[in-house]
């Protein structure tokens, strides 16, 4: 199973960048599949997670500026930044887990960078 992220780089302060995670070696949609982000110095945190079931859950203080999708046709899991703030810096990680089998895959990660 290999899990890879893409769409990261610079975006400018107040703008927009999706990311998009492809899942390749399984079936995508069995998967609970997440964003992380994890910045300089700071521990990896949870940004969205995407349920099969097709519930999403946020980290409460990021929901506003973050939506996280995923479409199983296409095995791929998004993520929609809105109004970038120079903090959203950050590398970000998709994880791809599926408790029942104790599998737990995470992507090489993609660097977002906000600056003017």
């Known amino acids: 199973v290999e899990v890879v992220e893409s769409g990261g780089g610079l975006v400018q302060p107040g703008g927009a960048l999706r990311l998009a995670c492809t899942l390749s070696g399984s079936i995508f949609s069995v998967y609970t599949m997440g964003w992380y982000r994890q910045a300089p110095g700071k521990m990896r945190e949870l940004v969205a997670r995407?349920?099969?079931?097709?519930?999403?859950y946020y980290t409460a203080c990021l929901k506003g500026s973050f939506t996280v999708s995923r479409d199983n046709a296409r095995n791929t899991l998004y993520l929609q930044m809105n109004s970038a703030k120079p903090e959203d810096t950050a590398v970000y990680y998709c994880r791809a887990e599926l408790e029942v089998a104790g599998e737990d895959f995470w992507g090489q990660g993609t660097q977002v960078t906000v600056r003017s």
């Open positions: 995407s349920a099969p079931t097709g519930n999403k």
